[in-house]
């Protein structure tokens, strides 16, 4: 999360100045580009902060340009992986292929985009999805909460929510409004997700967005709203997230890497350290684990350095993270 940008700098610092001190732990040298998404960032610092203790040695910077930000970096070959909160978008890919850079897409957890209001809000308790759209729609004419529904107050409404380059802006506006970055533009928008939180919980009249794991974190300062996608409201939890029955907010996380990139050894250990870690390390920072016999699904897909994207046509809330992978690697067993 961006409201993390000074650890993110602070780090980048620490992980290189940790490659000159002596040590006899691990005699492993080089250096990995990471850059991405806020929302991921924790996930990818944790990992650097355990990958470093082992491999003290390898310069590690890990960067926050959000989504957007990073996926430019990656695609002209800057970076060596870059974390992402939404698939790679097609203008994404082609601007690779223009670059000569393949990839390698490894989802690696769980998150489910939370509404959030302040604690004094008394009359919302849920939103259905057509109700968001009202909101957030670009031609919207809501701006009363009395607008959405009748019988609650004449109170304006105060919107709050992530930047353009953000990959949660992405996944939130198509979800809600059918298209990526389609969204009215009257609102507070920022890189930083404690922006958005003091924002909420400095006005009563406030709704904002951001993911679930930073939800978590604050806790006390705003109060989720469940989503009704038809079938009755659905509160974003560990449980819902896990099973899509928070639709259609809940998504997965991503790392992408440069194949080229693999073939530097302290690239391919971080993966493999990443990945034999992720399911605990992804608990810690808030977010929800894919299931073990998911990881190794994902682990297979990188060691067949399987390249380019399963997920930026696929409807993630119908097949679910472990049927798109299972369904690839089936394909590819058939067709050596």
């Known amino acids: 999360m961006v409201?993390?940008?000074?650890?993110?700098?602070?780090?980048?610092?620490?992980?290189?100045?940790?490659?000159?001190?002596?040590?006899?732990?691990?005699?492993?040298?080089?250096?990995?580009?990471?850059?991405?998404?806020?929302?991921?960032?924790?996930?990818?610092?944790?990992?650097?902060?355990?990958?470093?203790?082992?491999?003290?040695?390898?310069?590690?910077?890990?960067?926050?340009?959000?989504?957007?930000?990073?996926?430019?970096?990656?695609?002209r070959g800057e970076t060596d992986i870059n974390s992402a909160s939404r698939p790679i978008h097609e203008s994404e890919v082609e601007c690779a292929r223009?670059?000569?850079?393949?990839?390698?897409?490894?989802?690696?957890?769980?998150?489910?985009?939370?509404?959030?209001?302040?604690?004094?809000?008394?009359?919302?308790?849920?939103?259905t999805v057509e109700e968001l759209h009202a909101i957030w729609a670009p031609d919207s004419v809501v701006r009363f909460w009395s607008d959405v529904r009748p019988t609650w107050p004449r109170e304006e409404v105060i919107l709050y929510g992530p930047g353009a380059d953000s990959g949660t802006f992405d996944y939130f506006t198509e979800a809600v409004n059918?298209?990526?970055?389609?969204?009215?533009?009257?609102?507070?928008?920022?890189?930083?997700?404690?922006?958005?939180?003091?924002?909420?919980?400095?006005d009563r009249s406030a709704l904002g967005f951001f993911g679930f794991a930073y939800y978590q974190e604050n806790r006390q300062r705003v109060r989720a709203l469940a989503v009704d996608a038809g079938q009755g409201p659905v509160l974003p939890?560990?449980?819902?997230?896990?099973?899509?029955?928070?639709r259609p907010l809940s998504r997965p996380l991503f790392v992408y890497v440069n194949i080229q990139s693999t073939r530097k050894r302290e690239v391919r250990q971080f993966i493999d350290f990443m990945l034999d870690n992720a399911?605990?390390?992804?608990?810690?920072?808030?977010?929800?684990p894919l299931s073990r016999d998911t990881y190794k699904l994902v682990?297979?897909?990188?060691?067949?350095?399987?390249?380019?994207?399963?997920?930026a046509r696929r409807n993630l809330q119908e097949q679910g993270v472990a049927n798109i992978l299972r369904q690839d690697l089936d394909g590819r067993e058939r067709n050596p």
């Open 3 to 75: 409201g993390r940008f000074a650890s993110a700098f602070l780090l980048m610092f620490l992980l290189a100045g940790a490659s000159c001190a002596p040590t006899t732990r691990g005699n492993m040298e080089g250096a990995l580009r990471i850059d991405g998404s806020s929302t991921v960032y924790p996930f990818m610092e944790a990992v650097a902060e355990e990958y470093v203790k082992t491999h003290p040695r390898v310069r590690l910077t890990v960067g926050v340009s959000g989504t957007g930000g990073g996926f430019q970096r990656f695609c």
């Open 237 to 246: 939890s560990d449980q819902s997230i896990r099973q899509g029955s928070y």
């Open 178 to 202: 059918g298209k990526s970055g389609r969204c009215r533009s009257d609102f507070t928008a920022s890189e930083d997700d404690n922006v958005l939180v003091r924002g909420v919980e400095g």
């Open 98 to 127: 223009r670059h000569g850079v393949e990839f390698i897409e490894l989802p690696v957890a769980l998150d489910g985009i939370t509404l959030a209001v302040n604690p004094s809000n008394d009359f919302v308790d849920h939103l």
């Open 299 to 311: 682990d297979q897909r990188f060691s067949r350095r399987s390249p380019n994207s399963l997920f």
């Open 279 to 288: 399911e605990p390390l992804a608990r810690e920072v808030g977010f929800v």
